[in-house]
């Protein structure tokens, strides 16, 4: 992207500049997005394992 930032010599400043600044929105959004997704996965391991532990005690009831 930077290469093609390059060839424009007129507007080399603006595009470096607002290249720059979506790679790190991008980098941002990325993480955040990350960070949502492993608590989402491990909320789900906790929900999980309460469902198991519910029908386990469900089947000794039953017995």
Partial sequence: M???????KQKYAWGLGII???S????????KASKVAIDNYQQHQLDSREIEQDEKKDSLNHK
Wanted: proline share 0%; glycine share 0%; hydrophobic share 55%.
């Fill in 2 to 8: 930077y290469w093609l930032v390059k060839q424009d």
């Fill in 24 to 31: 790190i929105l991008a980098i941002y959004v990325s993480q």
């Fill in 20 to 22: 720059t600044i979506i």
